[in-house]
Structures are given as C-alpha cells and as structure tokens.
C-alpha cells in the first residue's frame, strides 16, 4: 500500500468532502480522487461511497480507516524517531580520519582542545592511508579527513593545506651514523633503504627517491615494506635504514634513532604535504567548528611536524 494513498483516504473520511479533503492536502480534487481509486482498486473494494452530494464510507472503508490511521501514526513516528536519531548523531558524533603519522602527532592534540570545547562529543578515529581514506570521505562514512593530499582529487572534496612534515632518517640505533646530529642524502648514498610500496603511499615512496635524485644519486632499496610500523621495526632489526615524517619518532620504537636531514636549499625537504579534507558541499556543524580551531592554533599543532 502508498502511504500517500492512504493520507488521502483517511482525509476524506475524516471531512467527508473531498474538496476539503484535498485543500487540507494541498491537492487538486481530481488527483486526490484518482489516488483513492488507486488505494480501492490496490485493494479490491470500495472504501467511498459517493453520490453526487455525498461522501460516506463503505462498510469494508470503515472497517478500514482506524487501521489506516493507526499505520499513519506508525510511519510518521517511526520517521520522526529515525530524522532525531539523526539529529542527535550529527549534534554528539564526528567521525575523523587520519594517516598514521597525523594519527601519532596531530591528532591528540587537536582532539584534545576539541573536547574541553565540546565535552559532549564523541569522536570517531578512523587511521587509515590516504588511497582508504578518499573513499570514505566520498561515501559520508567520515566527517573530515588529515591525508597527503594526492596530485588528482575528486572535485567533491574541498581540501586545507596545514603544513609539510619534515623528513628524518631512521637509524638503528647502534648504526656508525646514529650519532650523527644531521645527515645528508650523500651520507646514505652506499646505505640499503626500507621504502614504502608506492600504490598505497606515494607521498612517503617518492621522498626517498626525490630526496636521492636531487643529490644526483640513486637509492640502495634493500626492503619494500607497507606501513611505517613495519619499517620502524625492519630499521631496528638492522635491516637498512629508513626516510620517514619526524612524527613517526613517536611510534616508540626501541632500538632506533631518528636524525634530521641536512638540506643546502630552503623547503627542499617539503615534499610530505598534510592537508585536512572534507565534501565540499556538505553541511556540517561540528567539523566546521573543529576545522576553525585548527586554522586558529595551526602554528602550534603543526610545531613538531
């Protein structure tokens, strides 16, 4: 059965009067009649008796109309519990993704400025790679997303640049060049190198190769490994040594140490972009407001990048 077919019937039978009726539903007369013929023939009774002076119920219509009214009220009820549930989720839930590195160093802080300004809300951490996180944006399953903002993005997606991690080598820590304070790509020419697959993060993957062929050299790439835990662990085994954000320093991992890149240019090491996205069109209260705390205190969250 049409819910509309069925308001229709029910606001004949309570005015007795379709011109009535279909003023109270906002409708022509003819299109409120051909609906009640629609719901009888759906039926296979008449519900209307109709003179042309008259409108009564039938007797199956008026055996019919308090169950009509009771399944009215269910679906308006049951539609009204769903629009508040809704409500009350966008007004107490933001859902955020992150890449693993903005995970480690970004997000705690901001989460945490966040909460003391809305105590109330609950926040949905999502960390995932940025070919994951895309999807998800796209999908609505995530509010906004802190990713490596790639050369081609879907137009739906509207993106704020935040800043540029900055790149350090990973060293085992009893490694002859761990007690170095900084260390230029020339230093590592002759090194074996742990890179990230470049399918799931191209950002990381090209650092390394931008960083050697800018010194004129090509990398020893003795390990293709997926995600920056991994590659922590294989620079403490002792299996090569590893370019990565400074912000994996806080993965806490014993046995390695972390050193500054050397550089000769100004913004040379840029090359590990963080951007926050989020769907250009959607509105959105609560990511709105945590997206101006962190225009107003980027210079702090993004210190120790």
Known sequence: MDLHQLRCFVAVADELHFGRAARRLEMMPSALSRDIRLLETSLGTSLLLR??????????GAAFVDDARALLARADALAAE???????????LIRVGAIDTAAAGLIPPLLHDFREQRAAVAVQLVEDK????????LSGRLDVAFIRPPARLDRRIETMMLFHETPVVAIPSRHRLAGRRRLS???????PMIVPDRSSRPHSHDLTIKLFQRAGLRPRVSQIAEEKQT??????AGLGLAIVPRWASRLGMAGVRFVPLASREANALDLLPMAAAWLRNARDPLRDEMLDMLRLRLPRYGAGA
């Open 185 to 191: 790509i020339e230093a590592l020419a002759d090194e």
């Open 130 to 137: 940025t070919v994951r996180l895309v999807p998800k944006l």
């Open 231 to 236: 590659i922590v662990q294989l620079v403490a």
């Open 51 to 60: 003179t042309t002076r008259n409108v009564m119920l039938s007797q199956d």
């Open 82 to 92: 769903v629009r508040e549930r809704g409500r009350r989720q966008s007004r107490s």
